[in-house]
């Protein structure tokens, strides 16, 4: 890469893609001392910003009246969903908008999770609340409900110690082990990580201040007016694509790494996840809009009112597994394929090599695609460890105890061997 300006987009992938830093005209001294990515500061997204709550309650428990898929404590549920949520009578998990000192951040499903109390209302959720609320509400399959907890925590500069996590902003006193051997832990607002260029409803990082993570009512019109009160998988599929163009054209720091291969995993959430039985299963408008939050303003436009579970929801009835995501993404990214990779400063674009099913920039059909799923989430703890001595081998046993038995029986080979 030739611009220095593409260094903020590269840090978070230089130790993870060794070829960042080895590409012509980067000075790969720059990438030497790097431990993790660092704060926004007083930014957006940084601590300076960051909303804080004394008031830490934690998730509202799941209960023998009201069991859902009695998915507790990180371990498997039922595994059976039809049931409404949340159920009738069951105050505790009822909306709650958030208030000045709670967090939250770029996920729509996360966010109403949080505002129904199925995660800890102040944004400061774990490891088990993640899996168990995924279960509980979304009927996620376990396999795929640990995968996506641990990205979260892995690749967002959670904690894997404290296994707490921000689903905002930066949080650090409240989720690290130690702020000092850490560093920064940004939280789902972190760039190039959960939340990339070319997102459904928020603007790319670099083209609005680092903000990447607050609701634009005019890319969720853009949205509408694509999938046109329909936002199934060719749909979808089609204004991924166009998003992409957008930021490609618009965006001079554009990246599309090996993580963004989660934009397609998330935008299959709209169509597999968020419908109601009571809709017939099918991903309409009004459905679609309240679990963004998006209140039409009467000229076109969208405002945004807090995220939340709509009323008489019931949830999917089978569960929602790695396999069926994996397939997903694949079936989305071959309707409209686009390469991996990132813009130089000379106006070109550089491909991304083979990482795993990607291969010289493009996705390729194959069985390896749940494998490289798992290989983002555990490329991301030897950097997290670095200087670290005393939480080494929890760390460790977090991704041999949590992640890695879903995907031995895959055949995926273990990263941390």
């Not at 993870?16 to 431990?35: H, I, M, N, T």
């Not at 505790?92 to 729509?108: K, L, S, V």
């Not at 949080?114 to 396999?143: K, M, W």
Request: charged share 10%; aromatic share 12%; with cysteine.
């Amino acid at each position: 890469m030739h611009s220095a300006l593409l260094f903020c987009a590269f840090v978070t992938a230089a130790n993870a893609f060794p070829w960042v830093a080895e590409q012509p005209g980067v000075d790969s001294s720059l990438f030497r001392k790097l431990r993790r990515q660092q704060s926004g500061g007083e930014g957006a997204g940084g601590p300076s910003t960051c909303p804080f709550n004394s008031n830490h309650p934690g998730a509202a428990p799941i209960t023998a009246q009201y069991p859902y898929n009695n998915a507790k404590n990180g371990l498997p549920g039922n595994g059976k969903g039809g049931y409404q949520v949340p159920a009738p009578g069951d105050t505790a998990h009822a909306f709650t908008a958030p208030g000045p000192n709670d967090i939250r951040g770029p996920c729509p499903g996360l966010n109403a999770a949080a505002n129904h109390n199925f995660l800890s209302h102040d944004g400061i959720t774990t490891f088990n609340e993640l899996v168990d609320a995924q279960q509980n509400i979304y009927n996620v399959g376990y396999d795929l409900a640990t995968l996506l907890a641990a990205l979260g925590l892995t690749l967002t500069d959670g904690d894997v110690v404290t296994e707490k996590l921000s689903i905002g902003c930066d949080a650090t006193t409240r989720t690290s082990y130690s702020p000092v051997l850490t560093g920064s832990e940004p939280g789902l607002d972190g760039h190039n990580k959960f939340e990339g260029d070319t997102s459904l409803t928020r603007n790319d990082f670099f083209l609005d201040g680092g903000d990447d993570f607050t609701f634009n009512g005019t890319l969720f019109g853009m949205m509408e007016n694509t999938c046109q009160g329909n936002f199934d998988r060719a749909n979808l599929g089609l204004y991924r694509y166009q998003r992409y163009q957008q930021s490609l054209a618009e965006n001079p720091n554009f990246y599309f790494g090996p993580l963004s291969l989660l934009l397609f995993g998330a935008a299959t959430f709209l169509y597999e996840l968020m419908p109601s039985g009571t809709h017939n299963y099918q991903p309409d408008f009004e459905t679609i809009s309240t679990f963004f939050g998006a209140e039409s303003n009467g000229n076109g436009g969208y405002n945004f009112v807090h995220e939340q579970i709509p009323a008489n929801w019931t949830n999917r009835v089978a569960p929602y597994t790695n396999a069926d995501v994996t397939s997903e993404i694949l079936a989305m990214y071959l309707l409209h394929p686009v390469l991996f990779g990132g813009k130089t400063g000379t106006g070109g674009f550089d491909a991304l090599p083979t990482f795993g099913n990607i291969q010289n920039g493009t996705l390729v059909d194959g069985p390896n695609t749940a494998c490289t799923l798992y290989q983002l989430s555990t490329q991301s703890v030897p950097s997290y460890l670095n200087g670290v001595i005393t939480p080494t081998v929890a760390a460790l046993s977090f991704i041999a105890t949590k992640v890695s038995p879903q995907y031995m029986n895959l055949g995926c080979p273990d990263p941390l061997t």
